[in-house]
Every structure is written in C-alpha cells, then in structure tokens.
C-alpha cells in the first residue's frame, strides 16, 4: 500500500491543484437525509482498497440506521499532495489520515473536528494510542485503525539458498551486501521516485546513531542540521549507497518491492505492507524481515518506525453541520473503533497490524506475528519523518533534499547548510 504521497510546497499554498473529485461536494446535499456518510479515501491500492469496501459494508449492515457509506477515493499520492486544499475547501465528513505530527498540525489549524466524546467510550486502545491521537490541545481527534512497523524485508527462499544470515550491526549489514553483490544479487533494492520511501533509511540510520530523543528533536525544529550528529547520518549513509539500487529517483516503491519479489534484489527497507502487497498471495510465506541494524551500541535496536493510520473528522465538511449528519460520522467512528471492524479488514489487508486489544489476533500470519513482537518489544516508536514533522518542512525541504543527496552523496555539508537555512524560516513561522 502506498502508505504516503508527499505534501508538495505546492499544496500548501494559495496555488495548489484543486481536484474536482476531492472537493466535490458531499453526496447528500447540504445535511442530506443525515444517513450518508461521505468518506475520503487514500487507499487506492487494490488490497486495502477491497479490504476497507468490506469493512464499511459491515458497518452498513450493522447499523440499525440504514447508514450509508459513500467512499470517494483517490491516488494515495494525490490525495496527500492537495490534503491542505482539501481540508479548507469541500472535505468529505470523514477522512483517511495519519497520527503523530501530521493530526495535531491540522488540528491546530482548526481543520478537524474535535472527537473526544467518543474517543473516552473507546475500549482496546492503550495510552500511548490515545497520546497518538491527541493534539496539543489535549481533545482527541483521532480514531486509529492500523499500524505497520519498518524493518529490513526479504525472502526466506534466497537466505536459504546462500546461506545467509540477519546481520545485527551495520558492519555485518554491508558485509552481507557484499556477499550479495559476489552472488550477481543487487544487494539492496531502493526506490524515491514518491518522495517518501527513502525517509525510512533516514530515521533509522538517525535513530541507530544518535537515538530516538535526538531525532524527535530534530524533526520538531529544535537541533540543527549542521550538527555533527546530522552530518555522521549522511555519511554513514553514503557507506550504504554502492550496495543499493542505482537510479532510486526515477524508481517507485512497487517497482523497487516487486525486484525483491522476482529475487533480483536481496533486502529492501520497507513498511509491511509494501513488499505484502506486491508479493502473490503464495509468495507472503517466503516473507521476512530483521530490525534495522545496530550502529551505536548505546542505542541498539531500541526506537522502531511504527506509522499508526486512522479515520478523522473534517471541521469545514457541510454536512457535518446537521446534528443527523454528525451524529452519523460519529457512529462509523466509534464502530471502526471497535476489534470486530478491525478484523473484519484484516481479513482482507493482512499486511497491517489491528492498534485494538479486542481484535483476534488468532489468524495473524507468521509475518504479522513477527511484527507484533518488533513493536511490543520497542522502548520508542516513531511515526515516519513525513510525520513527525511539519508538512511544509517535509515537503519542501527534505523531499528534495534527500532526492539530491542520492543523486550526490559527497556535498554533506551543502546538504546540511541548505536544510539548515531552510529549517531556521520554516519552524520559525510557529
């Protein structure tokens, strides 16, 4: 699944595209009959795609309302390019969106509706879902549905065959890549045509260097990108570069997960859904992952990238207006809420991980198992670069950043200027 498009600068100011199909008005007329749901959706992926239609058909039957489930979706990375436009123009009642950094900026834009009624009837969810969907105001805003941790993914089926083994620091991660190379295998697959796949290299290496309390400072704006810290990031990165994919820039994420699937890759960094998604059903056993390697002993393994997706109410949508309307987009969310809806797209999508305590969790796959232990066995989780920091900082600054640091790894220090330079008048704005 295309976890994330980028918020290009575009969007985000006065001259972004307006897509008719974002903007439309809700399907019911302004308040309708109180019973339709508008809901913009981002999964335009087939899997989730499916898998989400079961879910809201559920929801439909189940409800004794005779409520209506009108999902309007779009390109994954469309719809994150003109989410700006979206939420300050005609935005559906609900909306598909993300926890950590990304909510609580458009929370504290005034652009969400506040849900903390209902979210303190939520059963299942732990505090720190709750911390996840909170912003800075301390109202919840959003229902959590699913998360996918990042990790090293690759097939059990070429381990075996060369006889391979998980590396567990970052020498024994390009020692690997060798071997790889010496056996005519592309060591790494690696792609960034989206803007966004190559941000998980970049947590992690920060994550492993420096640890998680320096890169969550550094995503909010308040270390420099000139510190030595930073600039180790890149060059340990660029240790890492002859090992990977040439041509990342022009390479999207299925293409890069699909050289993984046809064994003409050896590892890629990835969210689960992204190699589960381009791997054939009878493939999804040969799936594998190992954490990201150990660089500082200091901080071992300790911090996983663990995005948390979720469903969120849009302040400016009309129909939200009508008490009806209102109190009908408040029930989809408190049943989404709930472990039976989560199973219920699981069943479909068993590329995620349920964020409730009350879903089954029996019919987990190996791979989905595994994951759970990642996480659960994590002393700190991130959200993503894309969303533990501002929008307009990640869309503007660091997409292009890092495309140009792969194209050119050997100016860091122009690198790290240029963000720096850039991050001073961005964060300065707050």
Known sequence: MSRRGVLRGAALGAGAVTLPSLLAACSSGPGGDGRTITLGSNSSDAVPKRAFADAFAAYEKQSGEGREVKVNTVDHNTFQENINRYLQGKPDDVFMWFAGYRMRFFAKKGLLHDISDIWSRFEGFSPALKAQSTGEDGKQYLTPYYYYPWAVFHRKSVFETYGYTAPRTLDDYLALAKRMRKDKLVPIAFCDKDGWPAMG??????????????????????????????????????????????GANGRTWQEAATS??????????????????????????????????EISPEHGQDAVEAPIDGFLMARKSKNLKHDKAMASAKDLLSWLATGEAEDIYLAGDPNNIAVSDRADTSAYTPLQKKAVGLVSGAKHISQFLDRDTRPDFSSTVMVPAIQSFINNPKDVDGLVNGIERQRKTIFAAD
Request: hydrophobic fraction near 35%; include cysteine.
């Open 201 to 246: 290299t970049f947590d992690y290496i920060n994550m492993r260097a420096n640890g998680y309390a320096f890169h969550r400072r550094l995503m909010a704006g308040e270390e420099s990108w000139t510190d030595r810290r930073v600039k180790q990031v890149f060059d340990l990165w660029r240790g890492i570069l002859p090992y990977c994919q040439p």
């Open 260 to 293: 993984l699937q046809r064994r003409e890759t050896g590892m890629a960094v990835f969210g689960l859904p992204h190699p589960g998604t381009q791997f054939p059903t009878a493939d999804h056993g040969d799936l594998d992952f190992f954490p990201f390697p």
